[in-house]
């Protein structure tokens, strides 16, 4: 039976199972039947342009639920020529790599005169508008969900909730072109923060240096301070003024010494990665200074990735704590209000990733002793001192009865530190239920903060300012003036407060951020989530290539000579 005649009876059985055409559907007399995908999507298998894996599969999957939710209509191509909308889409898609995505995963490449390729199993010429219709969908869904998050950061470890929100992109894309604002959706897809913006800059900037060359390595034992002399200091100053560190008239001074100013460029070099800042060339910074630029990228791109991993909308007041920076920031009306160093906790008691809703202030705090902290610090020395408890304002309570150290022995008792300056909460906390059991508070001591490097906690949050930040959450009530506040704090009584609105806390890994003014800072991967996560991101030499296709007349296309990221 011969490919004609096979087509024709297909057709014909799917006119008798198709659903009833839509008013606005009916080609007006003479004009010849409209081409739709139903053919294409029906007598081929999975073309080799979709990603292999399950991801490739469920996408590939969307692709169908939406043309046939369509009734298989095309949406981007009539008569061998792309729509406006198309273009101004592609315009968008073509700009993937300043997202930090590889733009390979989106290009194009036109060839020739318009004819199919046996790429597509010989699909007869009449059905080439519905071979680009389907390559475009795939190729802009692939880009939405791409923005969406690419892979799920939960698989990398248990310590990491936050995690891409769902987006449907069949049904989205169907709404969005029902809506008369596709191209609008599609530029909506790129989170609008500001900080996501000036990390995007970031990643310009550093693939700027990688074009040029990078950075030479120094000799990782090398040791350097204020006197030194030598080729190595020419060379240390050479490194510091590609990242701007140290500015190039100083870079190119003839002078070999390590003096003042060369000191102060290490010093802004040490504070951007998280080091101690004294201006001393040790091991440790010159392993920060080796690290490569295209690792740099990778990392850039990563945290990028982080971003889309949170929601669009933060709310009009939250509340943000970067783990690897140790900083906490509260942001009111799209500008950050408040801001202060934090400790969090240590690498074997992580603080985890997550987002809560804070709805509670507790001035004079108890500290409720958990149960690993008892069993392994606090219960062995009572047993070893019964005077611990005393020197350590901590009391022994079983239900609402305070006992003595004696039912140690028996079990079935909670530890906690009495209200009170002494207090390891400090005179404040903020709760935001979550089963981790984490929250902010104050602190008794504070020398912990002085440290470039603060993870020492047991996975809560110290916060160095916490009559700042109680003022900050609590503005807009009238009753709680700065000085109710601070009688609360140190009342010795433990009082809840209720918020009338909760506030949103995103506790956030973000390795990679860039300030206003372009300066970019690395901090220390200090759980190690950039080391697992890493592996999952798309690798791009092992992205399937996109296959060549008939040439469609389209003007703005995806540059094949762009690089990938």
């Known amino acids: 039976m011969s490919g004609i005649i096979r087509r024709v009876l297909f057709f014909a059985a799917v006119a ?33 342009y979709v990603e292999r894996g399950a991801r490739g599969d469920a996408l590939w999957s969307a692709v169908q639920s939406f043309y046939r939710a369509r009734d298989y209509r095309l949406v981007w ?18 700009r993937a790599e300043g997202e930090g995505l590889d733009g390979a995963r989106y290009r194009w490449e036109p060839v020739g005169p318009r004819a199919v390729t046996p790429a597509f199993n010989g699909a007869p010429a009449s059905d080439a508008d519905a071979v680009h219709d389907v390559q475009l969908t795939y190729v802009f869904l692939r880009y939405a969900a791409d923005l969406s998050g690419r892979f799920d950061p939960k698989t990398a470890g248990p310590f990491w909730l936050t995690r891409p929100p769902p987006r449907d992109v069949a049904p989205w894309l169907e709404q969005s072109l029902r809506s008369g604002r596709i191209v609008a959706a599609f530029a909506a897809l790129s989170p609008p923060h500001t900080a996501y913006g000036a990390l995007k800059a970031a990643l310009a900037s550093y693939r700027e240096i990688a074009r040029k060359g990078g950075w030479a390595a120094l000799p990782p034992r090398l ?46 070099f040490e504070q951007r990665h998280g080091l101690v800042a004294d ?17 740099r990228l990778r990392q850039i791109e990563l ?73 392994d610090e606090i219960i062995p020395a009572v047993l070893r001192d019964p005077g611990y408890l005393r020197r350590n304002n901590l009391e022994l309570v079983r239900g609402p009865q305070v006992v003595g150290p004696a039912a140690l022995r028996r079990g079935d008792v909670q530890i906690r530190q009495r209200p009170g300056t002494r207090n390891s909460l400090g005179l404040v906390k903020f709760v935001f239920p979550n089963p981790f059991g984490v929250y902010l508070h104050g602190t008794a001591t504070s020398a912990l903060f002085a440290r470039p490097r603060r993870a020492f906690t047991h996975g809560c949050v110290r916060v160095e300012k916490p009559f700042e930040l109680a003022r900050w959450v609590l503005g807009g009530l009238p009753r709680w003036t700065p000085s109710a506040i601070q009688a609360a704090m140190r009342s010795g009584h433990e009082r809840p407060l209720a918020l009338p609105e909760p506030i949103p806390v995103y506790i956030t890994y973000q390795t990679v951020q860039a300030s206003h003014d372009g300066t970019v800072f690395f901090w220390p991967d200090v759980y190690g989530h950039d ?35």
């Open 16 to 48: 008798l199972a198709a659903p009833a055409v839509r008013a606005g559907d009916v080609p007006a007399a003479g004009d010849p039947p409209r081409p739709d995908a139903r053919f294409y999507l029906a007598t081929r298998t999975v073309p080799d």
């Open 303 to 375: 945290n990028l990735e982080r971003w889309r991993w949170l929601p669009a909308d933060l709310g009009r007041r939250y509340v943000m704590v970067n783990v690897p920076s140790f900083q906490l920031s509260a942001h009111e009306d799209g500008r950050p209000a408040v801001a202060m160093k934090v400790v969090t906790g240590k690498p074997d008691s992580p603080t985890p990733v997550f987002t809560g809703d804070l709805t509670t202030v507790v001035f004079s705090p108890y500290w409720n002793v958990p149960p690993t902290i008892a069993e």
């Open 77 to 94: 191509v009539t008569a061998g020529h792309v729509s406006a909308e198309a273009e101004a889409v592609a315009r968008i898609v073509e």
């Open 223 to 268: 040791v350097l301070r204020r006197g030194s002399r030598g080729p190595q200091v020419a060379a240390l100053r050479t490194r510091l003024a590609v990242e701007g560190d140290l500015s190039s008239a100083t870079a190119s001074g003839l002078t070999d010494a390590y003096d003042s100013s060369l000191a102060e460029g290490v010093k802004r």
């Open 279 to 295: 201006g001393v060339l040790d091991a440790v910074t010159v392993a920060a200074l080796n690290v490569p630029v295209e690792e």
């Open 531 to 565: 080391a697992a996560q890493m592996p999952l991101m798309p690798a791009p030499s092992a992205l399937p290539p996109v296959p060549t296709i008939a040439a469609v007349p389209l003007r703005t296309v995806i540059d094949p000579a762009a690089t990938s990221n």
